[in-house]
């Protein structure tokens, strides 16, 4: 049974820090494209960030670029969100995304993904 486990979600002041992680089990997905969309109340689910499965490429959102690094460590089969200088419209539940299919950092839409976390939430307060 593949499983994507997100943690480290939690309140924070804007301005604040926080780092996601992401867990895979039950597969590796060394070979393949992985990402964080995130989803606040009412409103769809918006991608992030995105990587390449060697890590050497990655792509992000408008509105986090410059502000959130995402990374993955293979051996490990875990991916990563840093996210530095959080807003309040950061606020949202935030989703680890692995596709079984692509391998590049150029895939936005939540439909190229085959497997997702259940969700962290991250709160930032003003």
């Known amino acids: 049974q593949v499983q994507l486990v997100e943690s480290g979600g939690g309140l924070v002041q804007a301005g604040g820090s926080l780092r996601l992680s992401c867990a895979a089990s039950?597969?590796?997905?060394?070979?393949?494209?992985m990402g964080w969309f995130r989803q606040a109340p009412g409103k769809e689910r918006d991608f992030v960030a995105t990587?390449?499965?060697?890590?050497?490429?990655?792509n992000y959102a408008d509105s986090v670029r410059g502000r959130f690094t995402i990374s993955r460590e293979n051996a490990q089969n875990t991916l990563s969100l840093e996210m530095n200088r959080l807003k309040p419209e950061d606020t949202a539940v935030y989703y680890c995304?692995?596709?079984?299919?692509?391998?590049?950092?150029?895939?936005?839409?939540?439909?190229?993904?085959?497997?997702w976390g259940q969700g962290t939430q991250v709160t930032v307060s003003s």
């Open positions: 990587i390449s499965w060697s890590g050497g490429a990655s």
């Open positions: 039950g597969r590796t997905f060394s070979s393949n494209t």
């Open positions: 995304a692995a596709s079984a299919t692509y391998r590049g950092s150029g895939h936005y839409r939540p439909g190229e993904y085959d497997y």
